[in-house]
C-alpha cells in the first residue's frame, strides 16, 4: 500500500543531512559543554556553531538564542519567564485566543500567580484584528503573545503591525514561531519582536528541542533551575546532538526556503482547489491568501474528523484532526471555535499538512481515496441523511 | 598521547547498543507519538516500551514514569512541582545542604513564591543525619527532599532511614537518584520514598532524557504547561530517539549492574589508595566505604583544582574539579563546604570518576602524570612556599 505522510504539522521526519551531522555527538564526540577540558571544549564548540545557525535563520544574535527541549519549553519559558521577570511593573497579559496550549495554558497558570489574562479575539479566517490588540492593552500589561501562524489553520498573522503597537506601548511581545521559523521568512527585526519560539521537529530537525530568541536587554526568569547554561537562562545539561541538528536544520531551511514554499504551495494548492470540487460540503479553513505554504485545513460538514483520519490511516495516508498534541483529548479545536465555526462543523476538521517529500502523486493519491471515505462515513451518518431528507441546503 | 576520560560523572558516553537503537527513531520511524495514525501509534509503542525499561531499572510501575528532558528537569520538576500541588496543606520544604544545584535552586525558587525552607546539614563525610531530619520537620512540611548519592563526593546517604521518618509523619519524599540509578542498584519499594528523579546520560544513554517517578497516588503540578503528554504532567512532544536510548540504557544497567560495579571499584580502590601514597598532602573526600563504586574524589592541598583539570588535560586526561554544573562559575564546592572544609582546601578539589571503558592502563598513566603535575603546581603556589619554610606541618 502506499504510504503517505501528510502530517507535518505534528512532527516533520528528520532530513538525512541532518542525520548525518548528529551521529558523530551520539558516538565519540559526547562531552558534557560545560566541561573545562577537550572533551568539553569540542561539545561546547558545537552548541556555539549551532546558535549561530539558529540565529541566522531569524536574523537574530547567537547570543540571544536559548536552547530549551522543544517548542512547547520555549512557549512556556516565554511566557512564564518574560512575565515574571517584569511582574513588578505590572501583571496583565494578553494573548490571543487561538493560541497552542503551551501558550494559552501557560497563561492560565500565570493566572494562578495572581496575573491577569485576556484573550483577543480573531475573526472567521483566524486573523488578530491589530486593532483589537490596542484596544486590549492596560497600563499594567507587561507582556503580548501572538502567534506567527496558526499551524491549524495555517492563518499567518500581521505581526509587524502588532508589534509596532506594542513598540509604542513599551510592553514586551512575544510571538510563537513554531509554525514558521525555518518554513517561511522570519526576521526578528523586520517584525520588530522581543520574543520568539521555535522548534526544530517543524522543519525536518530534531526532536527534543527548541529555542527560545530573546532580545538582547530583555529580561527572562529560567523556568529551569540550577547550573548556568544557556546564560543561566536555562538549566540542564545541553542536548548536544539535538542541538547540533537543529543548528543544521536551520542551516538547510534558509538555503532552500524559497524552493521548499514553491514546492509545498503548488502541492497545497491542489488540494484546496480539488478537494471542494470533489467532495460536497467541505469548507476551506483559515486565511484564503495569507496562509502557511503547507497547510490545506478543511472542515468536512456531516462528519467526525476522527474517523475521517482512522479511515485515511487504513489506506495509508497521515493527517491530522485538529492539533496533535490535543488529539486525545477529542474535543473541538479550540482555534476553529474562536473563528466562529460552529461545534458541529469543528468536528469534521481535517488537516494536511505536506512536507518537502511530498509528490504530485501523494496529492492524486489523497483525491482518490478520501471521497469515498467521506461518501460511507455520510452514509452511516445521522445528520447527513436528516439533512438529505430536508432537500439539500446549504451550510 | 593516550587520552582517559575520567569525567564519566559530567556525562557519560553513549553505549554503541545504545545508539543502535536509537537509529531508526532519526530515521524511517519518526512520527509524533500523539498522532492517532501508524506513524504515531509505531512511535508511541517505543515510548511505552521504554517506559517499561525505565521502570524496571528502579523496580517501579510504569505508568508512574514521567519522561522529562533532563535530571535537572526532573529536579525541578519534582520539587517545584510536589511542592506547589501541595501548598494548601503548608508551605515548608526541606532538603540537604549538598543538593545539586537543580534541587536547591529549585527549592530557592519555592521561596519567593512564598515556601520556607530548611538546609538540613551534613558531617564531615557528607551524611545527612536520619535524626537531623525529624528534628527538622514541622507541622507544615510538606515535601523533603535528600539526593540518593552525592557525585562530588560520592557519599551515599541514608534514604531508607530517613523514608521512614518521612513516611511517619507523611511528608512527600524525593530523591535526587541522578548519581545512582543505573549505577548502583535503586529500589522505590525498598527505599519506601515517594518520587526519583534519574538521567540517561549517567548511566551511558543519551542526552536530553531524564524520568522522574512518581508514586501512584502523589500529585506533582506540571512545569510545562501545554499537551497532554505524559498523563498531563509534562506537555510537550516526547524526545522519541531519546527516549528509546534511556530505555535501553536502563535494561543495559540492570544486567550488568554488579560486574559495572566490581570493575568500577577494583580501579576506583587503586585511584583512591595509590594516589595518597604518591602525593603528600591529599584528602579522601566523602565517606570512606559508603560511596559511589566510580568515584574517587579529593582535595590536594596547596592547589587550585582548576589548574590541576586543565594540566591533566593537557596530557589528555579528562576529569572535573567541583561538579560540571558550576565549573564556570569557579567558585569552592557548596559540597564540600557543608562538609566544613576550609575554602582554600576545597579550592584543591579533584573528582576522578570512572567508566566501564576505563582500563588499570588508564590507571596506571593517571598515577604516572598527576605527581609531577601536582610538584610542579606547588612549586609556583605562595601558599605552600610559606608552609615548607614553616617546616612541613600537618593539615
Not at 503517505?4 to 558516538?27: F, K, S
Not at 509587524?160 to 514586551?172: H, L, M, N, P
Not at 452511516?380 to 432537500?391: C, E, R
Request: with cysteine; aromatic share 4%.
Amino acid at each position: 500500500m502506499r504510504k503517505v505522510y501528510l502530517d507535518n504539522v505534528a512532527t516533520t521526519p528528520l532530513l538525512p543531512e541532518v542525520r548525518q551531522v548528529m551521529l558523530p555527538y551520539l558516538g565519540e564526540v559526547f562531552g558534557n559543554p560545560s566541561s573545562l577540558h577537550d572533551w568539553g571544549d569540542t561539545a561546547r564548540q558545537a552548541v556555539e556553531a549551532a546558535r549561530v545557525q539558529v540565529a541566522q535563520l531569524i536574523g537574530a544574535s547567537a547570543e540571544e538564542i536559548i536552547f530549551t527541549g522543544s517548542g512547547t519549553e520555549s512557549n512556556n519559558l516565554a511566557i512564564k519567564g518574560l512575565a515574571l521577570a517584569q511582574q513588578n511593573r505590572g501583571k496583565h497579559v494578553l494573548v490571543s485566543a487561538i493560541e497552542h496550549f503551551s501558550v494559552l495554558h501557560s497563561a492560565r497558570t500565570l493566572e494562578k500567580w495572581g496575573f491577569e489574562l485576556s484573550l483577543v479575539p480573531v475573526d472567521k479566517y483566524g486573523v488578530v484584528n491589530p486593532r483589537d490588540v490596542r484596544q486590549s492593552l492596560r497600563k499594567d500589561t507587561v507582556l503580548v503573545s501572538i502567534m506567527h501562524a496558526n499551524s491549524e489553520v495555517a492563518t499567518i498573522e500581521p505581526i509587524r503591525e502588532i508589534a509596532q503597537i506594542t513598540r509604542e506601548s513599551k510592553v514586551v511581545f512575544h510571538t510563537d514561531a513554531v509554525a514558521t521559523a525555518g518554513t517561511i521568512p522570519v526576521d526578528v527585526k523586520e517584525l520588530g519582536i522581543d520574543a520568539l519560539s521555535l522548534a526544530g521537529n517543524q522543519f525536518y530537525g530534531p526532536k527534543g528541542v527548541g529555542a527560545l530568541w530573546v532580545r538582547k536587554g530583555v529580561r527572562v526568569m529560567p523556568l529551569l533551575n540550577g547550573g548556568v547554561q544557556e546564560g543561566g537562562r536555562r538549566a540542564g545539561m545541553e542536548n548536544v546532538p539535538a542541538i547540533v541538528g537543529l543548528g543544521k536544520a536551520a542551516e538547510l531551511a534558509k538555503a532552500s526556503m524559497a524552493a521548499r514554499m514553491e514546492h509545498l504551495a503548488r502541492l497545497r494548492d491542489r488540494l484546496l482547489t480539488e478537494l471542494p470540487a470533489k467532495i460536497d460540503h467541505v469548507v476551506v479553513t483559515g486565511h484564503p491568501q495569507s496562509r502557511l505554504p503547507g497547510n490545506a485545513s478543511f472542515c468536512v460538514e456531516f462528519i467526525e474528523g476522527e474517523s475521517m483520519l482512522m479511515l485515511l490511516n487504513s489506506r495509508g495516508v497521515a493527517v491530522s484532526s485538529g492539533s496533535a498534541c490535543t488529539s486525545r483529548a477529542l474535543k473541538a479545536s479550540h482555534v476553529l471555535i474562536a473563528m466562529g465555526i460552529s461545534h458541529a462543523l469543528a468536528q469534521g476538521s481535517v488537516l494536511f499538512t505536506l512536507g518537502i517529500d511530498n509528490t504530485p502523486e501523494d496529492i492524486d493519491y489523497v483525491l482518490e481515496v478520501l471521497p469515498p471515505i467521506v461518501d460511507r462515513l455520510r452514509q452511516m451518518s445521522p445528520l447527513y441523511s436528516k439533512f438529505t431528507k430536508a432537500g439539500k441546503g446549504g451550510m
